[in-house]
Protein backbone atom coordinates (compact mmCIF):
# COMPACT_ATOMS: atom_id res chain seq x y z
CA UNK A 1 0.00 0.00 0.00
CA UNK A 2 2.63 2.23 0.95
CA UNK A 3 3.90 3.17 -2.48
CA UNK A 4 5.78 6.66 -1.50
CA UNK A 5 9.08 6.32 0.50
CA UNK A 6 9.13 9.44 2.79
CA UNK A 7 12.40 12.16 2.33
CA UNK A 8 13.50 13.45 4.93
CA UNK A 9 15.69 15.87 2.90
CA UNK A 10 13.90 19.32 2.27
CA UNK A 11 14.61 20.28 -1.64
CA UNK A 12 15.71 23.78 -0.33
CA UNK A 13 17.58 23.96 2.97
CA UNK A 14 20.75 23.71 1.47
CA UNK A 15 21.34 27.06 1.33
CA UNK A 16 19.56 30.00 3.81
CA UNK A 17 16.35 30.59 1.62
CA UNK A 18 15.34 33.98 1.27
CA UNK A 19 12.19 33.53 3.39
CA UNK A 20 11.54 30.94 5.41
CA UNK A 21 7.83 31.14 7.27
CA UNK A 22 7.51 28.39 9.94
CA UNK A 23 4.43 27.27 11.76
CA UNK A 24 2.73 30.41 11.10
CA UNK A 25 0.04 31.23 12.79
CA UNK A 26 -2.02 34.43 12.94
CA UNK A 27 -5.01 35.50 15.00
CA UNK A 28 -6.83 39.02 14.39
CA UNK A 29 -9.39 40.06 16.56
CA UNK A 30 -13.14 39.44 15.73
CA UNK A 31 -15.77 41.49 18.08
CA UNK A 32 -13.00 41.67 20.08
CA UNK A 33 -12.40 38.01 20.61
CA UNK A 34 -8.85 36.58 18.30
CA UNK A 35 -9.98 34.31 15.44
CA UNK A 36 -7.49 32.23 13.91
CA UNK A 37 -7.10 33.10 10.42
CA UNK A 38 -3.50 31.31 9.91
CA UNK A 39 -3.48 27.82 11.21
CA UNK A 40 -0.07 26.68 9.83
CA UNK A 41 1.87 27.76 7.40
CA UNK A 42 5.24 26.58 6.64
CA UNK A 43 6.84 27.95 3.53
CA UNK A 44 9.72 28.89 1.95
CA UNK A 45 10.50 30.94 -0.90
CA UNK A 46 14.39 30.17 -1.88
CA UNK A 47 16.92 32.96 -3.36
CA UNK A 48 15.87 33.40 -7.08
CA UNK A 49 12.90 30.88 -6.81
CA UNK A 50 9.16 31.95 -8.20
CA UNK A 51 6.93 30.11 -5.00
CA UNK A 52 2.93 29.94 -6.53
CA UNK A 53 0.89 30.32 -3.23
CA UNK A 54 -2.70 29.06 -4.30
CA UNK A 55 -5.98 28.74 -2.85
CA UNK A 56 -9.64 30.33 -3.00
CA UNK A 57 -10.76 33.33 -1.24
CA UNK A 58 -10.21 33.27 2.67
CA UNK A 59 -7.69 30.62 2.38
CA UNK A 60 -5.15 33.04 4.30
CA UNK A 61 -3.23 33.67 1.02
CA UNK A 62 -3.32 37.79 1.79
CA UNK A 63 -2.72 37.71 5.20
CA UNK A 64 0.37 35.44 4.74
CA UNK A 65 1.92 37.76 2.69
CA UNK A 66 0.90 40.99 4.88
CA UNK A 67 2.60 38.96 7.74
CA UNK A 68 5.59 38.52 5.73
CA UNK A 69 5.83 42.22 5.05
CA UNK A 70 4.50 42.99 9.14
CA UNK A 71 1.23 44.80 8.14
CA UNK A 72 -1.37 42.77 9.94
CA UNK A 73 -4.42 44.75 11.31
CA UNK A 74 -4.00 46.05 14.69
CA UNK A 75 -4.26 43.38 17.65
CA UNK A 76 -2.69 40.49 15.47
CA UNK A 77 -1.95 37.70 17.18
CA UNK A 78 1.31 35.68 15.50
CA UNK A 79 2.94 32.99 16.72
CA UNK A 80 5.80 31.07 14.52
CA UNK A 81 9.13 32.15 12.90
CA UNK A 82 8.84 34.86 9.93
CA UNK A 83 12.53 34.66 8.73
CA UNK A 84 13.85 36.61 5.92
CA UNK A 85 17.41 35.94 5.51
CA UNK A 86 17.46 34.23 8.80
CA UNK A 87 16.45 37.56 10.39
CA UNK A 88 13.09 37.20 12.31
CA UNK A 89 10.56 39.92 10.99
CA UNK A 90 8.35 40.29 13.84
CA UNK A 91 11.81 41.24 16.00
CA UNK A 92 12.98 43.75 13.89
CA UNK A 93 12.94 47.38 15.29
CA UNK A 94 10.89 49.87 13.99
CA UNK A 95 14.24 51.35 11.65
CA UNK A 96 15.27 47.62 10.69
CA UNK A 97 11.42 47.37 9.42
CA UNK A 98 11.63 50.33 7.69
CA UNK A 99 14.87 49.67 5.58
CA UNK A 100 13.40 45.89 5.67
CA UNK A 101 10.32 47.36 3.59
CA UNK A 102 12.25 49.99 1.78
CA UNK A 103 14.92 47.86 -0.11
CA UNK A 104 14.62 44.31 1.03
CA UNK A 105 10.79 43.26 -0.07
CA UNK A 106 8.17 44.76 -2.36
CA UNK A 107 4.68 44.31 -2.77
CA UNK A 108 2.77 44.04 -6.13
CA UNK A 109 -1.40 44.40 -6.04
CA UNK A 110 -4.09 42.85 -7.81
CA UNK A 111 -5.92 46.38 -8.19
CA UNK A 112 -3.02 49.29 -9.12
CA UNK A 113 -5.52 52.04 -9.25
CA UNK A 114 -6.50 51.62 -5.12
CA UNK A 115 -2.69 51.63 -4.11
CA UNK A 116 -1.15 54.59 -5.80
CA UNK A 117 -2.05 58.37 -4.54
CA UNK A 118 -4.79 59.60 -7.37
CA UNK A 119 -3.15 63.35 -6.51
CA UNK A 120 0.34 62.15 -7.53
CA UNK A 121 1.60 61.76 -10.88
CA UNK A 122 3.10 58.57 -11.46
CA UNK A 123 6.80 60.06 -11.38
CA UNK A 124 6.45 61.00 -8.02
CA UNK A 125 4.57 57.92 -7.12
CA UNK A 126 8.17 56.11 -8.88
CA UNK A 127 10.49 58.01 -7.33
CA UNK A 128 9.17 57.96 -3.85
CA UNK A 129 10.81 55.05 -2.37
CA UNK A 130 14.41 55.66 -3.98
CA UNK A 131 14.32 60.10 -3.33
CA UNK A 132 12.42 59.63 0.35
CA UNK A 133 13.35 56.44 1.56
CA UNK A 134 17.17 55.94 -0.22
CA UNK A 135 17.85 59.74 -0.76
CA UNK A 136 18.62 59.38 -4.26
CA UNK A 137 18.44 62.99 -6.06
CA UNK A 138 15.28 63.43 -7.75
CA UNK A 139 16.92 63.70 -11.65
CA UNK A 140 19.10 60.57 -11.05
CA UNK A 141 16.04 58.41 -9.63
CA UNK A 142 14.00 59.37 -12.90
CA UNK A 143 16.78 58.74 -15.19
CA UNK A 144 17.19 54.89 -13.43
CA UNK A 145 12.96 55.14 -13.53
CA UNK A 146 12.82 55.94 -17.01
CA UNK A 147 15.15 52.94 -17.60
CA UNK A 148 12.97 50.33 -15.42
CA UNK A 149 9.62 51.43 -17.39
CA UNK A 150 11.36 49.84 -20.95
CA UNK A 151 12.39 46.83 -19.30
CA UNK A 152 8.36 46.65 -17.74
CA UNK A 153 7.49 47.53 -21.63
CA UNK A 154 6.86 50.88 -21.50
CA UNK A 155 8.86 53.21 -24.22
CA UNK A 156 7.68 56.39 -23.54
CA UNK A 157 8.42 56.25 -19.50
CA UNK A 158 9.74 59.59 -19.52
CA UNK A 159 6.55 60.73 -20.94
CA UNK A 160 4.59 58.79 -18.46
CA UNK A 161 6.49 60.69 -15.60
CA UNK A 162 3.96 63.29 -15.97
CA UNK A 163 0.80 61.57 -16.48
CA UNK A 164 -1.51 60.79 -13.76
CA UNK A 165 -2.91 57.44 -12.00
CA UNK A 166 -6.31 57.87 -14.01
CA UNK A 167 -4.60 58.57 -17.61
CA UNK A 168 -3.34 54.90 -17.30
CA UNK A 169 -5.27 51.57 -18.09
CA UNK A 170 -5.11 48.73 -15.75
CA UNK A 171 -2.32 46.88 -16.81
CA UNK A 172 -0.04 50.05 -17.80
CA UNK A 173 -0.53 51.03 -14.45
CA UNK A 174 0.47 47.47 -12.92
CA UNK A 175 3.60 47.51 -14.98
CA UNK A 176 3.60 50.84 -13.29
CA UNK A 177 3.35 48.96 -9.43
CA UNK A 178 6.59 46.44 -10.70
CA UNK A 179 8.53 49.13 -12.01
CA UNK A 180 8.40 50.98 -8.53
CA UNK A 181 8.67 47.50 -6.85
CA UNK A 182 11.98 46.93 -8.89
CA UNK A 183 13.16 50.28 -8.17
CA UNK A 184 13.76 49.61 -4.67
CA UNK A 185 16.80 46.70 -5.74
CA UNK A 186 14.55 44.27 -3.87
CA UNK A 187 15.35 40.67 -2.81
CA UNK A 188 11.72 39.52 -2.90
CA UNK A 189 8.57 40.17 -4.53
CA UNK A 190 5.09 39.57 -3.14
CA UNK A 191 2.79 39.86 -6.05
CA UNK A 192 -0.74 39.48 -4.57
CA UNK A 193 -3.08 38.57 -7.27
CA UNK A 194 -1.23 40.94 -9.76
CA UNK A 195 -3.06 39.87 -12.52
CA UNK A 196 -6.64 39.32 -11.36
CA UNK A 197 -8.13 42.85 -12.85
CA UNK A 198 -6.20 42.39 -15.95
CA UNK A 199 -7.76 40.56 -19.46
CA UNK A 200 -6.04 37.74 -20.36
CA UNK A 201 -3.39 39.03 -23.18
CA UNK A 202 -2.50 41.76 -20.56
CA UNK A 203 -1.80 38.86 -17.52
CA UNK A 204 0.47 37.23 -19.79
CA UNK A 205 3.10 40.28 -20.15
CA UNK A 206 2.95 40.92 -16.74
CA UNK A 207 3.59 37.50 -15.86
CA UNK A 208 6.00 37.09 -18.35
CA UNK A 209 7.37 40.95 -16.85
CA UNK A 210 8.02 39.40 -13.44
CA UNK A 211 9.84 35.82 -14.66
CA UNK A 212 11.68 38.12 -16.44
CA UNK A 213 12.89 40.19 -13.20
CA UNK A 214 13.19 37.22 -11.70
CA UNK A 215 15.50 35.44 -13.69
CA UNK A 216 17.38 38.53 -14.72
CA UNK A 217 17.44 40.13 -11.22
CA UNK A 218 17.63 36.77 -9.48
CA UNK A 219 14.57 38.07 -7.64
CA UNK A 220 12.59 35.65 -5.32
CA UNK A 221 8.80 36.01 -6.14
CA UNK A 222 5.71 34.81 -4.01
CA UNK A 223 2.96 34.80 -6.38
CA UNK A 224 -0.30 34.78 -4.49
CA UNK A 225 -3.60 33.99 -7.12
CA UNK A 226 -6.51 31.62 -7.20
CA UNK A 227 -5.49 30.74 -10.87
CA UNK A 228 -4.05 27.07 -11.03
CA UNK A 229 -2.63 27.31 -14.23
CA UNK A 230 -1.50 30.94 -14.11
CA UNK A 231 0.74 29.92 -10.85
CA UNK A 232 1.87 26.44 -12.63
CA UNK A 233 3.05 28.35 -15.54
CA UNK A 234 5.12 31.17 -13.66
CA UNK A 235 6.48 29.66 -10.82
CA UNK A 236 9.17 26.87 -9.90
CA UNK A 237 6.81 25.68 -7.02
CA UNK A 238 3.65 25.53 -5.78
CA UNK A 239 2.02 25.55 -2.40
CA UNK A 240 -1.80 24.78 -2.13
CA UNK A 241 -3.59 26.48 1.01
CA UNK A 242 -6.90 25.58 2.47
CA UNK A 243 -8.71 27.34 5.77
CA UNK A 244 -4.98 28.79 6.90
CA UNK A 245 -2.70 26.03 6.26
CA UNK A 246 -0.67 25.03 3.65
CA UNK A 247 -1.94 21.50 2.31
CA UNK A 248 0.30 20.48 -0.05
CA UNK A 249 3.64 22.09 -1.79
CA UNK A 250 5.03 20.51 -5.24
CA UNK A 251 6.11 21.70 -8.17
CA UNK A 252 3.55 22.63 -11.07
CA UNK A 253 3.73 19.76 -13.16
CA UNK A 254 3.94 17.19 -10.22
CA UNK A 255 0.73 18.82 -8.42
CA UNK A 256 -0.98 18.85 -11.95
CA UNK A 257 0.02 15.01 -12.63
CA UNK A 258 -0.26 13.26 -9.80
CA UNK A 259 -1.84 15.93 -6.58
CA UNK A 260 -0.95 14.22 -3.44
CA UNK A 261 -3.96 16.41 -1.24
CA UNK A 262 -7.91 15.34 -1.86
CA UNK A 263 -8.17 19.18 -2.05
CA UNK A 264 -5.01 19.85 -4.87
CA UNK A 265 -6.94 16.96 -6.81
CA UNK A 266 -10.29 19.32 -6.09
CA UNK A 267 -9.04 22.10 -7.66
CA UNK A 268 -7.26 20.60 -10.01
CA UNK A 269 -10.60 19.20 -11.17
CA UNK A 270 -12.51 22.53 -11.11
CA UNK A 271 -10.23 23.91 -13.64
CA UNK A 272 -12.70 25.17 -16.56
CA UNK A 273 -11.36 23.14 -19.97
CA UNK A 274 -11.72 25.13 -23.23
CA UNK A 275 -12.83 23.28 -25.85
CA UNK A 276 -15.15 20.85 -23.72
CA UNK A 277 -18.61 22.00 -22.79
CA UNK A 278 -19.61 20.46 -19.69
CA UNK A 279 -21.02 22.00 -16.55
CA UNK A 280 -18.09 23.13 -14.42
CA UNK A 281 -17.02 20.73 -11.53
CA UNK A 282 -17.24 22.11 -8.19
CA UNK A 283 -15.20 20.87 -4.87
CA UNK A 284 -17.83 20.08 -2.78
CA UNK A 285 -19.33 22.37 0.05
CA UNK A 286 -18.34 25.32 0.69
CA UNK A 287 -14.81 26.87 1.31
CA UNK A 288 -14.12 27.41 4.81
CA UNK A 289 -12.10 30.02 6.08
CA UNK A 290 -9.15 29.41 8.83
CA UNK A 291 -11.72 30.86 12.22
CA UNK A 292 -14.13 27.91 11.19
CA UNK A 293 -12.27 24.65 11.34
CA UNK A 294 -12.35 22.54 14.16
CA UNK A 295 -9.16 20.96 15.57
CA UNK A 296 -8.87 17.97 12.86
CA UNK A 297 -7.28 18.24 9.13
CA UNK A 298 -8.69 21.77 7.91
CA UNK A 299 -10.17 20.11 4.91
CA UNK A 300 -11.88 17.21 6.44
CA UNK A 301 -15.57 18.62 6.30
CA UNK A 302 -15.03 18.58 2.40
CA UNK A 303 -12.87 15.62 2.13
CA UNK A 304 -14.29 12.34 0.23
CA UNK A 305 -11.89 10.10 2.15
CA UNK A 306 -12.46 11.51 5.26
CA UNK A 307 -11.52 9.18 8.50
CA UNK A 308 -12.23 9.05 12.23
CA UNK A 309 -8.21 10.33 12.21
CA UNK A 310 -8.74 13.32 10.40
CA UNK A 311 -11.32 14.69 12.34
CA UNK A 312 -9.50 14.34 15.67
CA UNK A 313 -5.94 15.23 14.72
CA UNK A 314 -4.96 17.40 12.17
CA UNK A 315 -2.22 16.63 9.40
CA UNK A 316 1.26 18.16 9.85
CA UNK A 317 3.01 19.31 6.70
CA UNK A 318 5.52 16.28 6.22
CA UNK A 319 8.06 15.90 3.15
CA UNK A 320 7.05 13.28 0.80
CA UNK A 321 9.26 12.33 -2.17
CA UNK A 322 11.01 15.78 -2.15
CA UNK A 323 7.51 16.89 -2.35
CA UNK A 324 5.24 18.34 1.26
CA UNK A 325 1.53 17.20 1.94
CA UNK A 326 -0.66 17.95 4.96
CA UNK A 327 -2.51 14.52 4.77
CA UNK A 328 -2.80 11.70 7.00
CA UNK A 329 -4.00 9.40 4.11
CA UNK A 330 -1.19 10.56 1.46
CA UNK A 331 0.36 7.27 0.98
CA UNK A 332 -2.80 5.13 0.39
CA UNK A 333 -4.51 7.61 -1.50
CA UNK A 334 -1.45 8.01 -3.87
CA UNK A 335 -3.13 7.45 -7.42
CA UNK A 336 -6.52 7.24 -6.17
CA UNK A 337 -6.83 10.81 -6.34
CA UNK A 338 -5.37 11.46 -9.93
CA UNK A 339 -7.88 9.81 -11.86
CA UNK A 340 -9.94 11.86 -9.47
CA UNK A 341 -9.18 14.77 -10.81
CA UNK A 342 -10.60 14.21 -14.17
CA UNK A 343 -13.77 13.24 -12.47
CA UNK A 344 -16.08 15.23 -9.87
CA UNK A 345 -14.20 15.03 -6.73
CA UNK A 346 -15.78 13.71 -3.60
CA UNK A 347 -18.83 12.49 -5.47
CA UNK A 348 -19.86 9.28 -5.09
CA UNK A 349 -19.95 7.49 -8.69
CA UNK A 350 -16.91 8.99 -10.52
CA UNK A 351 -17.21 10.56 -14.38
CA UNK A 352 -20.73 11.77 -13.67
CA UNK A 353 -21.71 15.16 -13.97
CA UNK A 354 -23.43 16.05 -10.28
CA UNK A 355 -25.45 19.13 -9.70
CA UNK A 356 -23.19 21.06 -7.71
CA UNK A 357 -24.92 22.06 -4.46
CA UNK B 1 -2.37 53.96 -25.47
CA UNK B 2 -4.77 55.86 -22.56
CA UNK B 3 -3.96 59.42 -23.98
CA UNK B 4 -6.64 58.72 -27.36
CA UNK B 5 -8.96 56.94 -24.91
CA UNK B 6 -11.71 58.47 -23.40
CA UNK B 7 -9.95 59.26 -20.07
CA UNK B 8 -7.89 62.10 -20.93
CA UNK B 9 -8.69 64.32 -18.26
CA UNK B 10 -10.08 68.28 -19.61
CA UNK B 11 -6.66 70.71 -19.97
CA UNK B 12 -8.47 72.41 -17.08
CA UNK B 13 -8.32 69.34 -14.87
CA UNK B 14 -5.00 68.21 -15.82
CA UNK B 15 -3.38 71.64 -15.50
CA UNK B 16 -5.49 71.59 -11.88
CA UNK B 17 -3.83 68.48 -10.95
CA UNK B 18 -0.02 69.21 -12.25
CA UNK B 19 -0.15 73.04 -10.10
CA UNK B 20 -0.40 70.52 -7.06
CA UNK B 21 -2.75 72.54 -5.67
CA UNK B 22 -5.73 70.13 -5.37
CA UNK B 23 -9.40 71.82 -5.77
CA UNK B 24 -8.85 75.65 -4.97
CA UNK B 25 -8.54 76.63 -8.79
CA UNK B 26 -11.22 74.85 -10.10
CA UNK B 27 -13.72 75.43 -7.37
CA UNK B 28 -13.49 79.47 -7.95
CA UNK B 29 -13.69 78.89 -11.65
CA UNK B 30 -16.31 76.91 -11.30
CA UNK B 31 -18.42 78.69 -9.05
CA UNK B 32 -18.89 82.23 -9.43
CA UNK B 33 -20.53 82.91 -5.96
CA UNK B 34 -17.34 81.73 -4.44
CA UNK B 35 -15.02 83.64 -6.78
CA UNK B 36 -17.11 87.01 -6.14
CA UNK B 37 -16.80 86.50 -1.98
CA UNK B 38 -13.24 85.42 -2.39
CA UNK B 39 -12.48 88.70 -3.84
CA UNK B 40 -15.44 90.41 -1.58
CA UNK B 41 -13.37 88.91 1.24
CA UNK B 42 -9.78 89.53 -0.49
CA UNK B 43 -10.82 93.59 -0.61
CA UNK B 44 -12.08 93.53 3.12
CA UNK B 45 -8.03 92.79 4.16
CA UNK B 46 -7.15 95.29 1.77
CA UNK B 47 -8.93 98.31 3.31
CA UNK B 48 -7.87 97.08 6.52
CA UNK B 49 -4.12 97.31 5.58
CA UNK B 50 -4.72 99.97 3.85
CA UNK B 51 -6.85 101.98 6.43
CA UNK B 52 -4.92 105.40 6.53
CA UNK B 53 -5.08 105.92 2.94
CA UNK B 54 -9.15 105.33 2.80
CA UNK B 55 -10.38 106.51 5.93
CA UNK B 56 -11.39 110.01 5.53
CA UNK B 57 -10.21 110.89 9.37
CA UNK B 58 -8.32 109.72 12.14
CA UNK B 59 -10.03 107.22 14.39
CA UNK B 60 -9.48 108.90 17.53
CA UNK B 61 -10.08 112.26 15.82
CA UNK B 62 -13.12 113.85 17.96
CA UNK B 63 -15.47 116.57 17.10
CA UNK B 64 -17.30 117.33 20.27
CA UNK B 65 -20.00 120.12 17.90
CA UNK B 66 -20.24 117.38 15.50
CA UNK B 67 -21.63 114.57 18.23
CA UNK B 68 -23.97 111.34 17.62
CA UNK B 69 -24.86 113.05 14.17
CA UNK B 70 -26.79 111.12 11.33
CA UNK B 71 -25.24 110.12 8.16
CA UNK B 72 -23.91 113.60 5.79
CA UNK B 73 -21.71 114.89 3.71
CA UNK B 74 -19.18 115.76 6.04
CA UNK B 75 -19.41 112.46 7.99
CA UNK B 76 -21.06 109.74 5.13
CA UNK B 77 -22.08 106.85 8.00
CA UNK B 78 -22.24 109.78 10.64
CA UNK B 79 -20.75 110.32 14.03
CA UNK B 80 -20.53 108.53 17.89
CA UNK B 81 -20.79 110.25 21.09
CA UNK B 82 -17.79 111.73 21.05
CA UNK B 83 -17.99 113.25 17.36
CA UNK B 84 -15.65 110.38 15.71
CA UNK B 85 -16.00 109.43 12.08
CA UNK B 86 -18.11 106.15 12.46
CA UNK B 87 -16.58 105.56 8.59
CA UNK B 88 -13.20 105.74 9.76
CA UNK B 89 -13.36 103.70 12.90
CA UNK B 90 -15.20 101.27 11.18
CA UNK B 91 -12.40 101.01 8.25
CA UNK B 92 -10.10 101.39 11.24
CA UNK B 93 -12.04 98.22 13.17
CA UNK B 94 -11.55 96.09 10.38
CA UNK B 95 -7.84 95.53 11.37
CA UNK B 96 -8.82 94.41 14.47
CA UNK B 97 -11.96 92.90 14.03
CA UNK B 98 -10.39 90.52 11.19
CA UNK B 99 -6.78 89.82 12.33
CA UNK B 100 -8.17 87.97 15.81
CA UNK B 101 -10.22 85.50 14.17
CA UNK B 102 -7.23 84.70 11.41
CA UNK B 103 -4.91 84.67 14.36
CA UNK B 104 -7.31 82.21 16.58
CA UNK B 105 -8.57 79.84 13.51
CA UNK B 106 -4.63 80.12 12.20
CA UNK B 107 -3.00 78.67 15.63
CA UNK B 108 -6.02 76.08 16.23
CA UNK B 109 -6.30 74.64 12.59
CA UNK B 110 -2.53 74.17 12.60
CA UNK B 111 -2.44 72.58 16.37
CA UNK B 112 -5.99 70.55 15.29
CA UNK B 113 -4.46 69.33 11.67
CA UNK B 114 -1.32 68.08 13.75
CA UNK B 115 -2.97 66.45 16.53
CA UNK B 116 -5.63 64.81 14.33
CA UNK B 117 -2.94 63.49 11.19
CA UNK B 118 -0.68 62.57 14.35
CA UNK B 119 -3.67 60.52 16.17
CA UNK B 120 -5.10 58.81 13.00
CA UNK B 121 -1.39 57.75 12.11
CA UNK B 122 -0.30 56.45 15.32
CA UNK B 123 -3.94 55.35 16.47
CA UNK B 124 -3.55 52.75 20.11
CA UNK B 125 -3.05 54.64 22.94
CA UNK B 126 -2.34 58.34 22.09
CA UNK B 127 -4.69 58.52 19.59
CA UNK B 128 -7.56 57.75 22.74
CA UNK B 129 -6.13 60.03 24.45
CA UNK B 130 -6.59 63.21 22.14
CA UNK B 131 -9.96 62.03 21.35
CA UNK B 132 -10.81 61.88 25.10
CA UNK B 133 -8.85 65.35 25.74
CA UNK B 134 -10.74 66.74 22.83
CA UNK B 135 -14.09 65.89 24.15
CA UNK B 136 -12.99 67.25 27.23
CA UNK B 137 -11.79 70.49 25.60
CA UNK B 138 -15.19 70.58 22.96
CA UNK B 139 -17.56 70.70 26.58
CA UNK B 140 -16.19 74.01 27.21
CA UNK B 141 -18.02 76.83 25.79
CA UNK B 142 -15.19 79.24 24.19
CA UNK B 143 -16.85 82.24 25.57
CA UNK B 144 -16.28 80.45 29.39
CA UNK B 145 -12.97 80.04 28.50
CA UNK B 146 -11.85 83.16 27.19
CA UNK B 147 -13.76 85.18 30.70
CA UNK B 148 -11.47 82.87 32.48
CA UNK B 149 -8.30 83.21 30.68
CA UNK B 150 -9.14 87.20 31.04
CA UNK B 151 -9.85 86.71 34.83
CA UNK B 152 -6.29 85.81 34.77
CA UNK B 153 -3.88 87.86 32.05
CA UNK B 154 -6.25 90.57 32.11
CA UNK B 155 -8.67 92.41 29.70
CA UNK B 156 -7.29 93.11 26.00
CA UNK B 157 -7.46 91.25 22.68
CA UNK B 158 -4.75 88.90 24.20
CA UNK B 159 -6.67 86.65 26.61
CA UNK B 160 -9.61 86.27 24.21
CA UNK B 161 -7.19 85.31 21.28
CA UNK B 162 -5.18 82.58 23.62
CA UNK B 163 -8.53 81.38 24.47
CA UNK B 164 -10.23 80.65 21.44
CA UNK B 165 -7.20 79.78 20.00
CA UNK B 166 -7.62 76.33 22.53
CA UNK B 167 -10.98 76.43 22.47
CA UNK B 168 -11.52 76.30 18.43
CA UNK B 169 -9.14 73.05 18.15
CA UNK B 170 -11.60 70.59 19.11
CA UNK B 171 -13.97 72.47 16.30
CA UNK B 172 -11.82 71.89 13.76
CA UNK B 173 -10.52 68.37 14.87
CA UNK B 174 -14.06 66.79 15.28
CA UNK B 175 -14.77 67.55 11.46
CA UNK B 176 -11.09 66.82 9.89
CA UNK B 177 -10.79 63.57 12.33
CA UNK B 178 -13.66 61.33 9.90
CA UNK B 179 -11.84 62.86 6.73
CA UNK B 180 -8.60 61.75 7.60
CA UNK B 181 -9.44 58.95 8.85
CA UNK B 182 -11.02 57.76 5.75
CA UNK B 183 -7.71 58.98 4.28
CA UNK B 184 -5.47 56.90 6.21
CA UNK B 185 -7.46 53.43 5.56
CA UNK B 186 -6.95 53.84 2.08
CA UNK B 187 -4.75 51.22 0.30
CA UNK B 188 -2.33 53.18 -1.38
CA UNK B 189 -1.11 55.03 2.22
CA UNK B 190 -0.52 50.81 3.05
CA UNK B 191 1.13 51.03 -0.25
CA UNK B 192 3.65 53.31 0.88
CA UNK B 193 4.50 52.18 4.16
CA UNK B 194 4.85 48.63 2.33
CA UNK B 195 7.77 50.80 0.56
CA UNK B 196 9.19 51.71 4.17
CA UNK B 197 8.11 55.78 3.50
CA UNK B 198 8.47 57.26 6.46
CA UNK B 199 5.02 58.45 8.28
CA UNK B 200 6.24 62.10 8.65
CA UNK B 201 6.66 61.88 4.84
CA UNK B 202 3.50 60.17 4.45
CA UNK B 203 1.14 62.34 6.42
CA UNK B 204 3.30 65.71 5.22
CA UNK B 205 3.00 65.03 1.61
CA UNK B 206 0.36 62.69 0.96
CA UNK B 207 -2.58 62.75 3.72
CA UNK B 208 -2.21 66.38 4.41
CA UNK B 209 -2.41 67.75 0.78
CA UNK B 210 -5.33 65.37 -0.15
CA UNK B 211 -7.99 66.19 3.02
CA UNK B 212 -6.62 70.05 2.54
CA UNK B 213 -10.06 70.80 0.53
CA UNK B 214 -11.85 69.61 3.87
CA UNK B 215 -9.43 71.76 6.15
CA UNK B 216 -10.31 74.76 3.68
CA UNK B 217 -13.71 74.45 3.77
CA UNK B 218 -13.94 74.13 7.53
CA UNK B 219 -11.48 76.54 8.71
CA UNK B 220 -13.63 79.36 6.11
CA UNK B 221 -16.53 78.51 8.31
CA UNK B 222 -15.02 78.55 11.66
CA UNK B 223 -13.23 82.13 10.50
CA UNK B 224 -17.06 83.14 10.88
CA UNK B 225 -17.53 81.83 14.52
CA UNK B 226 -14.70 83.21 15.62
CA UNK B 227 -15.53 86.56 14.29
CA UNK B 228 -18.71 86.33 16.29
CA UNK B 229 -17.55 85.20 19.65
CA UNK B 230 -13.95 87.85 19.32
CA UNK B 231 -16.97 90.40 19.04
CA UNK B 232 -19.03 89.08 21.63
CA UNK B 233 -15.87 89.37 23.82
CA UNK B 234 -15.26 92.68 23.12
CA UNK B 235 -18.91 93.67 23.30
CA UNK B 236 -18.94 92.37 26.69
CA UNK B 237 -16.27 94.79 27.50
CA UNK B 238 -12.86 91.84 27.94
CA UNK B 239 -11.49 91.98 25.12
CA UNK B 240 -10.35 95.18 22.79
CA UNK B 241 -10.63 98.29 24.76
CA UNK B 242 -11.28 101.95 24.21
CA UNK B 243 -10.37 103.80 22.59
CA UNK B 244 -9.27 101.37 19.71
CA UNK B 245 -11.23 100.74 17.28
CA UNK B 246 -13.24 97.05 16.80
CA UNK B 247 -16.65 96.24 15.66
CA UNK B 248 -18.22 94.34 18.75
CA UNK B 249 -16.63 96.98 20.86
CA UNK B 250 -18.33 99.64 18.90
CA UNK B 251 -21.62 98.37 19.02
CA UNK B 252 -21.31 98.36 22.78
CA UNK B 253 -20.56 102.12 23.06
CA UNK B 254 -23.29 102.67 20.27
CA UNK B 255 -25.72 101.46 23.43
CA UNK B 256 -26.54 104.93 24.69
CA UNK B 257 -27.17 106.30 21.17
CA UNK B 258 -29.22 103.76 20.17
CA UNK B 259 -31.65 103.77 23.75
CA UNK B 260 -31.65 107.59 22.19
CA UNK B 261 -33.08 106.69 18.90
CA UNK B 262 -29.51 107.36 17.16
CA UNK B 263 -29.03 103.72 16.23
CA UNK B 264 -26.02 104.92 13.44
CA UNK B 265 -22.70 103.37 15.76
CA UNK B 266 -24.61 99.95 16.70
CA UNK B 267 -25.93 99.59 13.67
CA UNK B 268 -23.00 99.96 11.25
CA UNK B 269 -20.54 97.68 13.31
CA UNK B 270 -23.60 95.31 13.36
CA UNK B 271 -23.93 95.30 9.65
CA UNK B 272 -20.19 94.36 9.19
CA UNK B 273 -19.99 91.77 11.47
CA UNK B 274 -23.48 90.07 9.52
CA UNK B 275 -21.65 91.14 6.37
CA UNK B 276 -18.79 89.08 6.69
CA UNK B 277 -20.32 86.44 8.87
CA UNK B 278 -22.58 85.49 6.03
CA UNK B 279 -19.69 86.06 3.42
CA UNK B 280 -17.57 83.30 4.93
CA UNK B 281 -19.62 81.14 5.60
CA UNK B 282 -21.42 80.90 2.18
CA UNK B 283 -18.24 80.34 1.11
CA UNK B 284 -17.43 77.43 3.64
CA UNK B 285 -20.36 75.96 2.26
CA UNK B 286 -19.68 76.12 -0.72
CA UNK B 287 -15.63 74.89 -0.73
CA UNK B 288 -17.42 71.98 1.29
CA UNK B 289 -20.02 71.05 -0.84
CA UNK B 290 -17.04 70.69 -3.70
CA UNK B 291 -14.49 69.27 -1.27
CA UNK B 292 -17.34 66.41 -1.02
CA UNK B 293 -17.90 65.78 -4.51
CA UNK B 294 -13.98 66.11 -5.19
CA UNK B 295 -13.99 63.44 -2.38
CA UNK B 296 -16.09 60.88 -4.08
Known sequence: MNTLEPTTTLPDTAVEPAVAIEHLQVRIPVDGSPAPVIHDVTLTIGRGEAVGLVGESGSGKSMTARALMRMLPDGAEVHGAIRFEGEDVQEMSPRRLRAYRASSIAMIYQNPHAHINPLRTVGDFLVEGLCQVQKVPRREAEQKVVALLVAVGIADGARRLSQYPHELSGGLLQRVMIAAALATEPDVILADEPTTALDVTTQEEVIAILREAQVQRGLSILLITHDLDLAGAACDRLAVMYAGQVVEVADGAGLVERPLHPYSAGLLAARPEIGVRARLRTVPGRPASGFEVGDGCVFAERCAFVTEQCVSERPQLRSLEGRQVACHRAEELDGVLLPLADGPVGADAPGQDKEPS | ?296
Request: with cysteine.
Open chain 2, 1 to 296: MTSTGLVTPSPRRARRLRSGQPARRSVLRQDRVALGLTIFLGLLVLVALLAPVLAPYAPDETDILAASQGPSGAHLLGTDALGRDLLSRLIYGTRLSLLGPVVVIGVATVCAVTLVLSSVWIGGRYDRFVGKALSVLFSFPGLILAIVVVAIVGAGITGPIVAFSIAFIPYIARVLRPVALRERSMTYVNALEMLGVSGWTICVRHLLPNIFPFVRAHVTIALGTALVDLAAVSYIGLGVQAPAAEWGLQISTGQADLLAGKPWESLTACVAVLVVVIAVNILGERLAAAAQKEGR
